[in-house]
């Protein structure tokens, strides 16, 4: 019975594909952009008399069965709508290229794409370019952690923790190649250059049946083709970095080529400053890093297509010592890629990509000494490297079988070799002869996509993966399900279901800048992990697209998770590595996501929160009792707001709050006798630390304000230039990247304390980054449009030259400030009598934006922060001393002088009289006014930005002086300076 039915199924289905064939027909192609050739990612390709239509993937490809003789719209962010009326036959290829959009580019959009479903996240380079960074250059990874179900490790890390997972359980696909590791400088960076990427879509859960091999998320990268009609290219200059970016025609007919590449600055400049400090007979450490990217894309006809990747970086810090004795010690780690893919379209149905490629990531440490004694020399070499080598091929096959069923199917096959642990020493008689464990793995996956009635998707699909290596195998069947719903136009109900496995496992200790990530594969005694997940997601948007909504629940479990055994933070010089590994390990992780975006107007941005509780347990850890994640943050919100103030100058502004990552608390001390004597062959005793639950308490909250200002204008050559300024951690929030016990307050981590002098014990925070400005610059080098803007020049300035005329003959006086905008960011000192008691003598920071409301007055907000030196009485006699926080908030008020002084507009000097009202918050509940007024001057050395100073005098709370200094002054006078931005 079970039979009759699968084949009366089998052949209902045929034959609706066939009538539906008979019917209607097949049209398929590539969309690309006229101007350079690029294929576009996500343009909507919609049939105009019917609510019927598809998107093009990350080939540029598309395929839609439609009615005879159909009118097609395209559309795509950034480039004009292309309607065609086509009039074929039964099957069709098509080249569709759109126009750019001046008018349209001008406006920044959050959205470039749409969403598929609650768990995917798209990012292109404008976005990533509207995010302020640690650098003052973008970075791909760190402006995905603001989206929601994304996070960090630790401040600053590129790292990813995703839906609860580990950050090994991320697969990055560069080009549909596996890319092993992923960060820059200790993890702050992450190695994808930005100039170099044209899609990137992560997928959270519920993923396609095409991915696997990994538990948590998906990142998928597609990377730019060059230009396929003119040569251009970019420079970048930033705190982090120099970069460089070259693309044009290859030489051959429909081909082109596209290279970047990015190198740091401070690696010599630290070599140069332990030199010139040779006298003292320390040392030279030095750090840095490097990356190359390549592809070359050839199409020679509109069927095929075929492109070739490169990619090499590394990340390197070395150590010369400059004594007599020759030491050396490094360490070296990075990744290289090279690929091959080659895609086709057999038939306006059927789509083919199949690709070939060769990934290795490499750690190498070093130490190299020779010392010299009496006559005698001693030299000493030693190495321990850990690898990974990945050789693997792809195919998959895409056919649109009708209106209502897509298909797609591959293979994928892949041979790895790991080599977890290989040391040498050159003082060993027999060296240890490492072997790399060798395996194969390979995954036959499916998906099928129907459309039902109009409304409903549902894609069923299956994965079978099987590892195999020396005395284990596994076979896995992993079934996926993805299920939307179309509730109306504008909302819609997704639901997704997946099951994963993972052949590898990441190991690795925090907090150093020398990597130590280690890959360790799975086999008798390292089981695979796998996953099980669910998703529910809610999909809206109003006000006609301008505002939209995500909103999602998700439930994981994690099986056969790996770590370190308690005690371990390395494999390094221990052939029997394994036991250094626990196994067996259970994770599981829920909660709930919402997301907020504003998608048109000059303020764009959106807002994302997430609560969430993840927790891990292993047998031999905590008991065996189940705990909380290492990086569980129960509570995660960002902010992201991004206001377009004029055609070239957009301000960037991002807020993130998390709740304190956890720890492990010591809840006692006890005496630990030695197991060796001391330097006079006694015994001693040392300092132990008891602690409590794993990970039973928190830090403290973690929270900061980041602030990015973008300008663009063209250089004297005609030639686009960016400037970004960005301020990170803009009220210098201390954030603590971990704790640690002392005896003291000294920035000396906790060392065991001998004997019997045992002090007391505090618990310390350590934070690395404060209020960081950094600058970087960018130029353009693109001959085409350079022209075109040197052959405008002279309309241009004609234009201008009338509007300076018409505004000129309209304003009454000149120098008017009305309508403009002016931001200021300073630092205030005191000043005059008292100035040395003065509570807020250091770090008081102010931001301050005014709007001119008539031609010679302008008003507006202030605020700012302070550490404040705060005394509490807490007895009759007793005070007490300590450090806080104060927020300092307001209204202002500028009077201009020079509009009555001279007749001219746009001046590059500010004279102002100027007074403000306000108060002052200490520790969220202490409020105190203050008050002021005084003078102030800005010099624009810039069109748009200059340097002020101004001068105070008034109230500046008083009280929380010390006590016992009954006869200071109170603080009356105060002096701001810093960065002024006007614009209008």
């Known amino acids: 019975m079970r039979k009759i039915i699968q084949n009366s199924a089998i052949i209902f289905l045929l034959l609706s594909s066939s009538i539906n064939a008979q019917q209607k027909i097949n049209v398929s192609g590539f969309v690309k952009s006229r101007a350079n050739g690029e294929r576009l990612i996500g343009a909507y390709i919609t049939e105009s008399a019917i609510t019927n239509g598809t998107t093009s993937d990350y080939n540029g490809y598309f395929n839609l069965v439609v009615q005879n003789n159909p009118s097609l719209k395209v559309s795509f962010i950034g480039y004009k709508d292309l309607v065609l009326n086509l009039h074929i036959g039964n099957y069709t290829i098509l080249e569709i290229a759109l126009t750019e959009d001046i008018e349209q580019l001008a406006e920044v959009t959050i959205n470039a794409q749409r969403k598929l479903n609650s768990n995917i996240s ?351 195998s596994d076979f896995s069947f992993e079934p996926r399900l993805n299920a939307d719903l179309q509730l109306s136009k504008n909302h819609s109900i997704n639901f997704s279901y997946m099951k994963v496995s993972q052949y590898s496992h990441l190991v690795f200790t925090t907090g150093s800048i020398m990597n130590n990530e280690v890959w360790i594969p799975s086999g008798k005694k390292i089981p695979p992990a796998k996953s099980d997940q669910l998703t529910l997601g809610w999909n809206g948007s109003f006000m006609s697209g301008k505002f939209s909504t995500e909103l999602s629940l998700y439930y994981k479990d994690m099986y056969n998770l790996s770590t370190y055994k308690d005690g371990y933070t390395s494999l390094m010089g221990d052939e029997n590595w394994i036991s250094k590994v626990e196994t067996g390990g259970k994770g599981r992780s829920t909660g709930i996501e919402l997301l907020i975006k504003k998608n048109s107007g000059n303020w764009t941005g959106f807002i994302s929160y997430v609560y969430s509780m993840t927790t891990r347990q292993f047998p031999n850890i905590n008991g065996g009792r189940q705990y909380l994640f290492d990086y569980n943050r129960p509570n995660n919100l960002s902010v992201n707001l991004n206001r377009k103030i004029r055609n070239n100058l957009n301000l960037n502004i991002v807020w993130v709050y998390q709740s304190g990552l956890p720890y492990t608390e010591a809840i006692g001390r006890q005496y630990i006798p030695s197991v060796t004597n001391d330097l006079n062959g006694d015994d001693f005793y040392y300092e132990g630390l008891i602690y409590g639950e794993r990970n039973g308490a928190r830090m403290k909250d973690y929270h900061r304000l980041d602030i990015g200002l973008t300008w663009s204008h063209y250089n004297r050559r005609y030639n686009k230039v960016d400037w ?212 102030g001057a800005t010099v624009y050395l810039f069109k748009h930005l200059g340097l002020f100073v101004e001068y105070y005098y008034g109230k500046f709370y008083n009280k929380p002086l010390n006590p016992f200094h009954f006869f200071s002054q109170p603080v009356n006078n105060k002096v701001n300076f810093g960065l002024a931005v006007k614009f209008k």
């Open 122 to 472: 798209t990012l292109n380079y404008v976005q990533m370019t509207q995010t302020p960074s640690l650098g003052g250059k973008p970075d791909v990874i760190k402006t995905l952690q603001l989206l929601p179900g994304i996070s960090s490790q630790k401040e600053g890390s590129s790292l990813m923790i995703v839906r609860g997972g580990d950050p090994g359980q991320n697969l990055y696909l560069f080009d549909n190649v596996p890319i092993i590791y992923v960060n820059h400088l200790g993890g702050f960076m992450s190695v994808f250059n930005p100039e170099m990427i044209n899609n990137i879509d992560v997928y959270k859960g519920g993923f396609p049946s095409r991915y696997g091999g990994k538990l948590s998320s998906v990142m998928d990268i597609t990377q730019k083709e060059g230009d396929y009609s003119a040569y251009k290219g970019s420079f970048s200059a930033g705190i982090t970095d120099l970069s460089f970016n070259f693309e044009g025609p290859a030489g051959i007919k429909n081909s082109s080529f596209i290279v970047g590449a990015r190198k740091t600055l401070f690696d010599p400049l630290m070599a140069l400053i332990g030199i010139s400090q040779y006298s003292a007979g320390d040392y030279i450490i030095a750090y840095g890093f490097h990356d190359f990217n390549g592809k070359f894309s050839w199409k020679p006809d509109r069927k095929n297509s075929l492109s070739l990747n490169f990619y090499q970086g590394d990340d390197y810090i070395n150590y010369w010592s400059l004594k007599k004795e020759k030491y050396r010690m490094g360490d070296i780690w990075g990744n290289w890629l090279i690929s091959a893919k080659y895609n086709t379209i057999i038939s306006p149905k059927m789509f083919s990509s199949s690709n070939i490629s060769f990934t290795r990531y490499r750690l190498k440490e070093f130490m190299k000494y020779t010392l010299q004694n009496q006559g005698t020399s001693t030299t000493y070499n030693g190495s321990y490297k850990s690898s990974v080598r990945d050789m693997s091929f792809r195919s998959s096959i895409k056919y649109t079988a009708s209106e209502s069923w897509l298909a797609e199917l591959g293979i994928q096959s892949s041979f790895l070799s790991l080599i977890p642990n290989e040391t040498y020493s050159s003082t060993q008689a027999v060296q240890n002869q490492t072997r790399p464990v060798n395996s194969f793995e390979s995954a036959l996956y499916a998906d099928n996509k129907f459309f039902l009635k109009g409304k409903w998707s549902i894609t069923p699909g299956f994965r079978f993966s099987n590892h195999l290596t020396t005395g284990f």
């Open 724 to 935: 970004n300024f960005s301020i990170y951690n803009l009220y210098n929030r201390h954030n603590p990247v971990f704790y640690y016990y002392n005896s003291d307050k000294s920035v000396d981590l906790y060392n065991p304390q001998l004997n019997n002098d045992f002090k007391p014990l505090s618990l310390y925070q350590l934070s690395l980054f404060p209020v960081m400005p950094s600058v970087s610059y960018k130029v353009y080098f693109d001959p085409e449009a350079r022209k075109a803007r040197k052959a405008s020049e002279k309309a241009i300035a004609l234009q201008k030259s009338n509007e300076l005329q018409r505004e000129s003959s309209m304003a009454t006086k000149g120098s008017n400030i009305k309508d403009r905008w002016n931001i200021k960011a300073g630092y205030s000192i005191s000043s005059g009598r008292g100035a040395k008691y003065d509570p807020y003598r250091d770090k008081r920071y102010n931001l301050e934006l005014n709007y001119g409301i008539f031609n010679n007055i302008e008003a507006g907000i202030y605020g700012g922060y302070s550490r404040i030196h705060m005394w509490e009485q807490i007895s009759p006699t007793g005070y007490m001393g300590n450090q806080t926080g104060a927020f300092i908030y307001g209204v202002n008020c500028n009077f201009q002088l020079l509009p009555y002084l001279i007749k001219k507009d746009d001046l590059r000097f500010d004279l102002y009289i100027t007074g403000k009202l306000g108060g002052i918050t200490i520790k969220s509940s202490k409020s105190y006014e203050e008050h002021c007024f005084g003078a």
